[in-house]
């Protein structure tokens, strides 16, 4: 059974920075969507941030100009560089692999890695 490991989150000061790492536990068919969401108490998951296999990348307007979201297709994982980190970038941050373009299809979720932003 596949699972999405991550790696990275913890306890930050505001202003500073985290990266954010995800990765199949197994070797998987190369997924065409990578992303970045974020549950905060209280709140529904977002979308952060996306990157196709081609390179295009989307962000939330909240996140633009200080998160940036890579890939390295060699190794079937999604990095999420996190800077000038905020009080309100707290939250429980899930990677998520979907290929939908070719078989298999498939639509894997991590199990979440927490980040909090405190002074």
């Known amino acids: 059974q596949v699972q999405l490991v991550e790696s990275g989150g913890g306890l930050v000061q505001p202003g500073g920075s985290l990266r954010l790492s995800c990765g199949a536990s197994?070797?998987?068919?190369?997924?065409?969507?990578m992303a970045w969401y974020r549950q905060a108490p209280g709140k529904q998951r977002a979308q952060v941030a996306v990157?196709?296999?081609?390179?295009?990348?989307n962000y939330a307007d909240s996140v633009k100009g200080r998160f940036t979201i890579s890939r390295d297709n060699a190794k079937n994982t999604v990095y999420l560089q996190m800077n000038s980190l905020k009080y309100e970038d707290t939250a429980v941050y899930y990677c998520?692999?979907?290929?939908?373009?070719?078989?298999?299809?498939?639509?894997?979720w991590g199990q979440g890695t927490q980040v909090t932003v405190s002074s």
């Open positions: 990157i196709i296999r081609d390179g295009h990348t």
């Open positions: 197994t070797s998987i068919f190369s997924p065409n969507v």
């Open positions: 998520r692999f979907q290929r939908g373009d070719m078989l298999p299809s498939y639509d894997y």
